[in-house]
């Protein structure tokens, strides 16, 4: 089945520094929907970003991913972290097959940005 | 706009005992799904439903059972809590079946079992 990776449980950065959330799949289906999804503390999960277009970044709210089929790779990117962005991040994979519509999510990094 | 309410917010049982979990969703969605939320191991799915009456199976779905009696809600009871069983139940509901429909999510229930 399909199956979706965040090597990084827990990623700990200082303010303004860059931040890069990795994010793998593995899908037999070639129309794969990737997700990202941001839960703050004390608030329900919401949808940050999302793509199916290979190669095409997908950018929202300072974030953005791009979608690479290639490597079955969709990695979250900010160029300066900010406070604010301290939450928990899943990456989550879908697809169109009939029988399989469900979503798969990733274990989840909890990002935490220190001043 | 729409929103998920998901009672109760805390929920504290005792070992064997049956509990049950409530949400409610204004936007009108088919599609609405129970997660249980662990720390280091994501969201999992436990029951999905693609309209009333209907059920779909997770990959947790073990110890569960859920009702969708009406379009607007959808149960979830644990059959018998498990002693120390500490987790987060999320539901969620979507416009439509996976692909590219986004999952909208409610609050959450906090379970706790002594």
């Known amino acids: 089945g399909d199956s979706v990776t965040q090597k990084e449980g827990l990623v700990t950065l200082t303010e303004g520094l860059p931040v890069m959330l990795n994010c793998t799949y593995q899908t037999i289906y070639s129309n794969a929907f990737l997700f990202w999804y941001v839960h703050y503390l004390n608030e329900s999960p919401r949808l940050l970003l999302k793509s199916s277009t290979d190669n095409k970044r997908t950018e929202h709210q300072g974030f953005h991913a791009t979608l690479h089929k290639s490597s079955s790779s969709f990695h979250l990117q900010k160029s300066s972290a900010q406070l604010s962005d301290s939450a928990l991040y899943y990456c989550?994979?879908?697809?169109?097959?009939?029988?399989?519509?469900?979503?798969?999510f990733g274990a989840g990094t909890k990002l935490t940005i220190k001043p | 706009g729409g929103i998920i309410t998901q009672t109760p917010k805390f929920l504290i049982g005792q070992e064997g005992q049956k509990l049950t979990l409530k949400c409610q969703q204004n936007?009108?969605?088919?599609?609405m799904y129970w997660y249980r939320q662990d720390s280091g191991k994501g969201l999992r799915l436990i029951y999905y439903?693609?309209?009333?009456?209907?059920?779909q199976k997770g990959d947790l779905s073990e110890g569960y059972d859920a009702s969708r009696e009406k379009k607007s809600s959808f149960s979830l009871t644990v059959t018998s809590a498990q002693k120390n069983e500490m987790a987060v139940f999320l539901c969620a509901s979507s416009p439509g079946l996976g692909g590219f429909y986004e999952q909208y999510f409610g609050p959450g229930t906090r379970l706790t079992v002594l």
């Open positions: 439903s693609i309209t009333e009456n209907d059920l």
């Open positions: 936007f009108n969605h088919d599609t």
């Open positions: 989550a994979l879908s697809d169109q097959t009939y029988g399989n519509e469900k979503i798969t």
